[in-house]
């Protein structure tokens, strides 16, 4: 178990959202707190809000897109004397019809998304491995495991950093004290809806029930004390993977039409880049807001899981049922013969 007083962290996309709230978290535990992000403002802002609450902290603007850029964040944090956790954060969103979102957009998600996790840990790695131990904690989302129609290079990103994760992971076996984390959280209250890339022409949101993203830093606390391989954020995170993993394709075709018909009926928006080529105009803090319109009960929310497990169920005894009806078969025809 690792005691994060004095332990050194780096976070990644610590300007705003999950990053500045997990800062702010270790900070309150006294923690040595490496913050990088594209945003320096934005950063000396988060990192004067950690300084209060009695953390060391050094600021390291930094375009995780830039393997260069990130040695040398690295660098900067071994003025420590080392790095103990490694929080992988930074991601982007572009949200529109494929073939109607620009390429350079598609092509922007994926390398900052995927290739500046992948920098992240070419810089993480070796260090771990000189000083016999670190923990590399990558931000994934329920995307990761069910896409999300509509976004299909945030798919493609998150898939891809799932099975980047267990492949480092395979590869670092043997290293005991190495450990190589994946958090999968629902839809967290963040501003990073409004931050992302917009080619719908309509006001994006997110379905309830959407969770405060201080949820999610607590379970990225938790893991750097106890690391282990996978921790999901959020009951709908859960229940969305099982039900992807029991019935792959028509979740995914409920999902398109669901975000179809909102999308027919939300305000018209401006199309707009957001922040996947330069950081937002204002950083917007931890929250976005989202929770104050999308507020859901918990016996909603539960109401929504038991049917979702039922249909679940309901997929499974019918695949079942279709199982047995073939083996069935297969007797009579041997009996035949």
Not at 275 to 283: D, E, G, K, Q, S
């Amino acid at each position: 178990m690792l005691n994060l007083e004095g332990a050194v962290v780096v976070i990644t996309g610590a300007s705003s959202g999950v990053g500045q709230a997990t800062a702010e978290a270790f900070a309150r535990r006294g923690s040595k707190l490496v913050l990088a992000a594209r945003d320096a403002a934005a950063l000396h802002e988060v990192a004067r809000t950690c300084r209060k609450l009695g953390a060391e902290v050094l600021v390291a603007p930094t375009d995780v897109t830039n393997a260069e850029a990130v040695k040398g964040l690295a660098k900067k944090a071994m003025s420590f004397g080392r790095i103990d956790v490694w929080f992988s954060n930074v991601g982007v969103g572009a949200v529109g019809r494929f073939d109607e979102t620009p390429i350079e957009a598609h092509e922007q998600v994926i390398r900052t998304n995927l290739i500046g996790h992948f920098n992240d840990a070419h810089a993480a790695i070796p260090i771990f491995r000189k000083q016999g131990h670190g923990t590399f904690i990558n931000m994934i989302s329920l995307g990761g495991f069910a896409s999300a129609p509509f976004a299909a290079a945030y798919s493609a990103s998150k898939f891809g950093l799932r099975g980047f994760s267990e492949a480092l992971r395979a590869e670092l076996a043997e290293e005991r004290d190495i450990h190589i984390c994946d958090v999968y959280p629902t839809f967290l209250d963040t501003p990073g809806v409004v931050h992302g890339a917009n080619y719908t022409g309509r006001r994006l949101s997110v379905p309830p029930p959407v969770y405060n993203a201080r949820r999610a830093a607590r379970a990225i606390l938790r893991l750097a004390e106890r690391p282990r391989n996978k921790l999901t954020v959020g009951l709908v995170a859960d229940l969305t993977r099982f039900a992807h993993f029991v019935a792959p394709e028509t979740t995914t075709r409920l999902m398109a039409r669901m975000t179809a018909r909102y999308l027919s009926r939300a305000p018209r928006a401006a199309t707009s880049h957001g922040n996947l080529f330069r950081p937002p105009a204002v950083a917007g803090g931890i929250d976005g807001g989202l929770r104050s319109r999308h507020r859901v009960p918990i016996a909603a929310t539960a109401a929504v899981c038991v049917v979702g497990l039922a249909v679940a169920a309901l997929v499974l005894g019918r695949q079942g049922a279709a199982a047995r009806r073939g083996h069935s078969g297969v007797a009579r025809l041997f009996r035949r013969t």
